[in-house]
């Protein structure tokens, strides 16, 4: 991986590793305390996916949670219905998102502002009616579905620790997709088109493309991260796929800082920590989402690492 990553990303790539391979023997007597940390690292992919979308080519999406609930549901029915085995499920979902993203993409990144944000929140309401009420209770309608253990090559992911080691395994994968992705001609193009897309088309960036490969990218990384789910907790309902979850994917994004790789980080660890805490008072979830929105837009528009790297520039201003 050395070779792919900068000097100044491996340090935080080796704490990472090293915390992450550390973490399960730390919480080794608290199964629940490992459960999270496998929430965390799925959120992760999702959510970093998300900021190539929103922080990489300045795009809005309000309904992720759709191509999350693809993935869930797309591997989970492809295994009970045709019985191909889960690790192949799971791709083959998060390629069927990717195209489905594509298919909605191309008409929506002609849109603007709230106009898109309205575009992709009515398609994460009409992925949601459909699995909620689908003909001949394909889906399992609210009732949902029972799902099966992930198998990878014949070991059985079948305690929470197992899946925590292949789920980190995941997150560093993604993440290096993702690194090298955006410091490539794809990455800077993207970059150019959040700044002004009028000018980026105007130097024969192809802003149409670039926008909806955008939206490729983040629904195959939402889709994997979906069918993870789904096979980690082995019952899923139209419930976990609400409106509410496209909220927390922002929420997350924008509270810990966008357009970075550390910033996915700091945001899913956070919240989700937050949401545990609130987990006897979950009816507050979206009071609690809407005032770490409001508190990033108006105080901290960077977000957390925003946040710490103003702080930096101060002390070395403060040294010279």
Same mark, same amino acid.
């Given at each position: 991986?050395?070779?792919?990553?900068?000097?100044?990303?491996?340090?935080?790539?080796?704490?990472?590793?090293?915390?992450?391979?550390?973490?399960?023997?730390?919480?080794?007597?608290?199964?629940?305390?490992?459960?999270?940390?496998?929430? /965390?690292? /799925?959120?992760?992919?999702?959510?970093?996916?998300?900021?190539?979308?929103?922080? &990489?080519?300045?795009?809005?999406?309000?309904?992720?949670?759709?191509?999350?609930?693809?993935?869930?549901?797309?591997?989970?029915?492809?295994?009970?219905?045709?019985?191909?085995?889960?690790?192949? +499920?799971?791709?083959?979902?998060?390629?069927?998102?990717?195209?489905?993203?594509?298919?909605?993409?191309?008409?929506?990144? #002609?849109?603007?502002?709230?106009?898109?944000?309205?575009? +992709?929140?009515?398609?994460?309401? /009409?992925?949601?009616?459909?699995?909620?009420?689908?003909?001949?209770?394909?889906?399992?309608?609210?009732?949902?579905? !029972? +799902?099966?253990? @992930?198998? *990878?090559?014949?070991?059985?992911?079948?305690?929470?620790?197992?899946?925590?080691? &292949?789920?980190?395994?995941? *997150?560093?994968?993604?993440?290096? /997709? #993702?690194?090298?992705?955006? !410091?490539?001609?794809?990455?800077?193009?993207?970059?150019?088109?959040?700044?002004?897309?009028?000018?980026?088309?105007?130097?024969?960036?192809?802003?149409?493309?670039?926008?909806?490969?955008?939206?490729?990218?983040?629904? &195959?990384?939402?889709?994997?991260?979906?069918?993870?789910?789904?096979?980690? *907790?082995?019952?899923?309902?139209?419930?976990?796929?609400?409106?509410?979850?496209?909220?927390?994917? @922002?929420?997350?994004?924008?509270?810990?800082?966008?357009?970075?790789?550390?910033?996915?980080?700091?945001?899913?660890?956070?919240?989700?920590?937050?949401?545990?805490?609130?987990?006897?008072?979950?009816?507050?979830?979206?009071?609690?989402?809407?005032?770490?929105?409001?508190?990033?837009?108006?105080?901290?528009?960077?977000?957390?690492?925003?946040?710490?790297?103003?702080?930096?520039?101060?002390?070395?201003? #403060?040294?010279?």
């Amino acid at each position: 991986m050395s070779a792919f990553i900068g000097n100044r990303n491996r340090l935080g790539i080796m704490i990472f590793i090293i915390v992450g391979l550390v973490l399960p023997l730390v919480f080794s007597a608290m199964p629940y305390a490992v459960l999270v940390c496998c929430y /965390i690292l /799925i959120y992760l992919i999702a959510v970093s996916g998300f900021d190539v979308l929103v922080g &990489f080519s300045g795009q809005i999406s309000m309904g992720h949670a759709a191509y999350y609930c693809i993935g869930a549901y797309g591997s989970a029915m492809l295994h009970k219905y045709t019985g191909i085995p889960v690790f192949f +499920t799971m791709l083959i979902a998060a390629v069927t998102a990717t195209l489905v993203g594509t298919l909605i993409a191309w008409p929506t990144t #002609k849109l603007v502002a709230h106009f898109m944000s309205l575009a +992709t929140i009515a398609f994460g309401n /009409i992925v949601f009616q459909l699995v909620n009420t689908s003909p001949g209770r394909i889906t399992g309608d609210a009732n949902g579905l !029972h +799902t099966t253990y @992930l198998s *990878v090559f014949g070991y059985e992911l079948n305690t929470y620790t197992r899946f925590y080691y &292949f789920a980190l395994i995941m *997150v560093l994968l993604f993440m290096l /997709i #993702k690194y090298n992705l955006l !410091h490539s001609r794809v990455g800077r193009a993207m970059l150019a088109i959040r700044e002004n897309d009028h000018a980026a088309n105007g130097m024969g960036v192809n802003v149409r493309f670039y926008k909806v490969a955008a939206f490729a990218v983040s629904a &195959f990384f939402a889709a994997y991260a979906g069918a993870m789910f789904a096979h980690l *907790v082995r019952y899923i309902s139209p419930d976990s796929f609400k409106q509410t979850v496209s909220v927390m994917f @922002l929420t997350m994004l924008l509270f810990g800082g966008t357009a970075s790789m550390s910033g996915p980080i700091i945001g899913v660890t956070i919240v989700s920590l937050l949401n545990e805490a609130l987990r006897p008072a979950s009816s507050y979830k979206m009071l609690v989402y809407g005032v770490l929105l409001l508190f990033v837009i108006l105080i901290f528009p960077g977000g957390i690492l925003g946040v710490m790297r103003s702080m930096k520039e101060k002390i070395i201003q #403060k040294r010279k």
